[in-house]
């Protein structure tokens, strides 16, 4: 059973940042893919960012069209945590948002953060 914990997010005008960080309940190295989900009111869960690790290949990350350029995802595997620097939010990055980890084929979520982007 692997848990995971968001924090960091909050009220932030347009052009702020913000900092969410997921803590894992394990090493973080032996977590395939992680990642970060967002779900705005009346919207269907989308993918925001993606970061897939392994033994025998270079770690690779994705975003959706809507946040390259302003999130970065990464990991801190001596902290067992996955962190979304998130830049110049919009109000239309107002969502609450969620980690994820994929582990030996079974997907885990945290309970999710909201953000709120105020114009």
């Known amino acids: 059973q692997v848990q995971l914990v968001e924090s960091g997010g909050g009220l932030v005008q347009a052009g702020g940042s913000l900092r969410l960080s997921c803590a894992a309940s394990?090493?973080?190295?032996?977590?395939?893919?992680m990642g970060w989900y967002r779900q705005a009111p009346g919207k269907r869960r989308e993918m925001v960012a993606t970061?897939?690790?392994?033994?025998?290949?270079?770690?690779?990350?994705n975003y959706a069209d809507s946040v390259k350029g302003r999130f970065t995802i990464s990991r801190d595997n001596a902290r067992n945590t996955l962190y979304l620097q998130m830049n110049s939010l919009k109000p239309e990055d107002t969502a609450v948002y969620y980690c994820?980890?994929?582990?030996?084929?079974?997907?885990?979520w945290g309970q999710g953060t909201q953000v709120t982007v105020s114009s």
């Open positions: 994820y980890g994929i582990r030996l084929q079974t997907t885990y």
């Open positions: 394990i090493g973080i190295f032996s977590i395939n893919t």
């Open positions: 970061s897939t690790t392994s033994f025998t290949s270079i770690d690779t990350t």
